[in-house]
T-cell receptor
């Protein structure tokens, strides 16, 4: 498809389990962002990649959260030892240009809804 | 750090009428981008309109227009001739220019717009 694709769409996991969320950006898009959105709130920045380089991970809440984009395309957000407070919608976005010169908007995926029981 | 404030958690408008959603932001930068995103019940994130701060002219996109008051750091969205399909959460967002610190989108908490038939 032409848009940002995220999988799975829904994920229910038990507390303490690890989860991996996948993002497939629009082909050719340089920048990739991960956001987390709690119900009734705006998206909150987690981390950003320019090609395969993780340029900013200041939004990751703690060291249980990590992300990678090894070949500059697909990205995986991993949450280890999940806790109930991790339950949220996790969104990926991509844009054509890198942060050094951007005028193109972010294109968001439909998100992965994570529920930790 | 930049902050974005949407002071209206919920708004309603009669179909075919006009509604204005408020947004204020805080930044020490003189140039930046501002955006309005729409999130319908499907929970997609759809870019509605964007404004470059250096442009004096207010952006317009069909029935959507903004009132950008740079000195007041205000960026309101006006929806004219409201339609049932406009019902959604609306998020105001801010983004620095390249090279001006963090470049992620910073979102407000959103305004839920209901359209009354």
């Amino acid at each position: 498809g032409a848009g940002v694709s995220q999988s799975p769409r829904y994920k229910v996991t038990k507390r303490g389990q690890d989860v991996a969320l996948r993002c497939d950006p629009i082909s050719g898009h340089v920048s990739l962002y991960w956001y987390r959105q709690a119900l009734g709130q705006g998206p909150e920045f987690l981390t950003y990649f320019n090609y395969e380089a993780q340029q900013d991970k200041s939004g990751l809440p703690n060291d249980r959260f990590s992300a990678e984009r090894p070949e500059g395309s697909i990205s995986t957000l991993t949450i280890q030892r999940t806790e109930q407070r991790d339950s949220a919608m996790y969104r990926c976005a991509s844009s054509l240009e890198g942060a050094s010169s951007y005028n193109s908007p972010l294109h968001f995926g439909n998100g992965t809804r994570l529920t930790v029981t | 750090a930049q902050t974005v404030t949407q002071s209206q958690p919920e708004m309603s408008v009669q179909e075919a009428e006009t509604v204005t959603l408020s947004c204020t932001y805080d930044t020490s930068e003189s140039d930046y981008y501002l955006f309005w995103y729409k999130q319908p019940p499907s929970r997609q994130m759809i870019l509605v309109i964007r404004q470059e701060a250096y442009k004096q002219q207010n952006a317009t996109e069909n029935r959507f227009s903004v009132n950008f008051q740079k000195a007041a750091k205000s960026f309101s969205l006006k929806i004219s001739d409201s339609q049932l399909g406009d019902a959604a959460m609306y998020f105001c967002a801010y983004r620095n220019l390249p090279g001006a610190g963090s470049y992620q989108l910073t979102f407000g908490k959103g305004t839920k717009l209901s359209v009354i038939p």
